[in-house]
């Protein structure tokens, strides 16, 4: 049985830093693509960065150059290291995963297994 588990999250100030992880069971994490994902009450979750099974890795324009995405196979663990965090970032984030080919997507559909969300609130 797949389960992923984000923890994390918490509040900072704006320019501040946070680490999120994800702990993956059921599966390895080194043969599936996996993303981070964020949602706001009220509106779409959004692809904030994914890495394919094959490493390669991808990122939505408003965290280019601040986010970073990272998996350790041997903890079998998903990180979203998140730097220079601003007011806009505050919202529930989530890991998903999914199997099969070499996904590099920020596409929500295209994600199976989700985690339960970790908040992170940044204020200014």
């Known amino acids: 049985q797949v389960r992923l588990v984000e923890s994390g999250g918490g509040s900072v100030q704006a320019g501040g830093s946070l680490r999120l992880s994800c702990a993956a069971s059921?599966?390895?994490?080194?043969?599936?693509?996996m993303g981070w994902f964020r949602q706001v009450p009220g509106k779409e979750r959004e692809g904030v960065t994914c890495?394919?099974?094959?490493?390669?890795?991808k990122y939505a324009d408003s965290v280019k150059g601040r986010f970073t995405i990272s998996r350790d196979n041997a903890k079998n663990t998903l990180y979203l290291q998140m730097d220079i965090l601003k007011p806009e970032d505050t919202a529930m984030y989530y890991c998903?995963?999914?199997?099969?080919?070499?996904?590099?997507?920020?596409?929500?559909?295209?994600?199976?297994?989700w985690g339960q969300g970790t908040q992170v609130t940044v204020s200014s």
């Open positions: 890495i394919a099974s094959d490493g390669s890795t």
């Open positions: 059921g599966y390895r994490i080194s043969v599936a693509s």
């Open positions: 998903a995963a999914t199997f099969g080919r070499s996904f590099l997507t920020l596409n929500r559909w295209t994600y199976d297994y």
